[in-house]
């Protein structure tokens, strides 16, 4: 990657974030069974106990990620995508040693 990679934590208002989020329900949706999809929607992406990062090459989204607090040490990972324009360049890995780390910043001990 020539670019620096930014990841933010996201508010769910930009139409980057919603559309690449969508993308990954409704891959979700098409390539899992219904019962065993457990990706949140952004209603449930906006609940309280979740917290949203959004990964940026220069003003291109590159991946999202977030985690939800499951208790006072307990997180479960959600929601990670890459972009299809970013697969293979080691972006998912990038966003999950981020919310490994806000995690441990949050108190979490289990993820």
């Not at 959600?78 to 981020?98: D, I, N, P, T, W």
């Amino acid at each position: 990657m020539t670019e620096s990679l930014t990841i933010v934590r996201d508010d769910l208002s930009g139409v980057a974030t919603r559309g690449l989020l969508a993308a990954h329900l409704a891959g979700m949706l098409a390539n899992t069974p219904v019962e065993s999809v457990h990706a949140l929607d952004l209603t449930a992406l906006q609940h309280p106990s979740v917290r949203v990062y959004s990964a940026w090459l220069g003003d291109e989204i590159a991946a999202v990620g977030a985690f939800k607090v499951l208790g006072s040490d307990r997180a479960e990972i959600k929601s990670m995508r890459v972009s299809e324009a970013f697969v293979g360049r080691g972006l998912g890995r990038a966003m999950l040693q981020h919310l490994e780390r806000e995690a441990r910043d949050a108190g979490i001990r289990s993820l």
